[in-house]
């Protein structure tokens, strides 16, 4: 396993007050980490409350051989699933399962992924095109996956989950570059066809790195990443206990978009309500702390309370008996 940056959990705080309206700090409390990465936030959940025992979820082997070794000074407390949250239905099924008093969602990609060039996930260093976050599962590399699709679907995928503009354009010159024989096989090189298919004067207004966009829509095909919310929302809506919370930190509009409409439709069919009217999003402090923070968005579910309780946060309308103290 490769020295990478250690991920700096996003908005630690705001989800612990979030659990302490649903969790006591000294009951035998029952927490899952859908995302465990590195452990940052199951850390804090841990640390917070003494008695509490946590699953995680995490499909990609580094981080939880990180995570294992950072956790396990609170040994039986904590189960690791070695699994995409996907999965997070199979919870509900066991006869011996209580119910999760909160469920986390920190979505994307972590700091450990993005520093590594070998996991190719980054348009900053020059690695291989892989970006599969679980490199012992059965999906095909980024590197496979331009390698074999037709303009129509690439232009596709780059247009609805990275929302790039020359979606069209991108894709043509993907497969004309693959007809030569010369198809990219490192991210170095697929950030320079990019560079050389999108005109100057677009680079220049387009206030961020001209592979971004791509390189997040690719991602987020390689890994099935919408398709994974979806299923891993319905197991939590199964998996949270009789007043669970579920709490999603997202980091792009297509993310964000399917928590809230997902939130609403539970709203609507009387299973609970959204503790968060409008998203959380990081302070100043926190943004300047870690910019990977800067895109964050909170939204968090309580399942089972369907009438408003206690007196509402002007800052984020938000019904703050659910919140805890500050």
Do not use: C
Request: no cysteine; proline share 4%.
């Amino acid at each position: 396993m490769a020295a990478v940056g250690v991920h700096v959990p996003v908005m630690e705080r705001e989800v612990l007050e979030i659990y302490e309206g649903v969790a006591g700090m000294d009951s035998e409390a029952v927490f899952v980490d859908a995302t465990l990465g590195a452990g940052g936030h199951a850390l804090a959940v841990l640390g917070k409350f003494p008695r509490a025992s946590l699953v995680a979820f995490e499909q990609d082997a580094d981080a939880r051989a990180l995570a294992a070794v950072r956790l396990s000074v609170y040994g039986s407390r904590v189960r690791i699933v070695p699994e995409n949250f996907r999965r997070m239905a199979t919870l509900a099924g066991r006869e011996d399962w209580p119910g999760a008093d909160g469920i986390l969602f920190d979505l994307g990609v972590s700091n450990m992924q993005l520093t590594d060039p070998e996991r190719g996930f980054s348009f900053q260093d020059d690695g291989p095109l892989d970006m599969r976050m679980d490199q012992d599962g059965d999906s095909i590399t980024a590197g496979e996956f331009i390698a074999t699709r037709g303009v129509p679907e690439l232009a596709r995928v780059f247009r609805e989950y990275g929302e790039e503009r020359y979606a069209y354009q991108i894709a043509k010159a993907l497969v004309r570059e693959r007809e030569r024989g010369e198809s990219p096989a490192t991210t170095g090189e697929f950030t320079a066809l990019i560079r050389k298919t999108l005109p100057a004067p677009v680079q220049r207004k387009m206030g961020g790195h001209p592979a971004r966009r791509v390189f997040q829509a690719l991602r987020i095909a390689v890994n099935s990443e919408l398709e994974a919310l979806n299923e891993g929302l319905d197991g939590a809506i199964a998996a949270a206990g009789r007043t669970g919370v579920i709490v999603v930190i997202s980091y792009h509009s297509l993310e964000d978009r399917i928590v809230k409409r997902r939130f609403l439709k539970w709203s609507t069919e009387g299973l609970g309500r959204a503790l968060t009217k409008r998203p959380f999003t990081p302070g100043s402090d926190e943004i300047e702390a870690n910019r990977s923070s800067r895109s964050a968005k909170l939204r968090a579910f309580i399942k089972g309370e369907t009438a408003n309780k206690g007196k509402k946060s002007r800052r984020h309308g938000q019904d703050e008996s659910a919140l805890g103290k500050a």
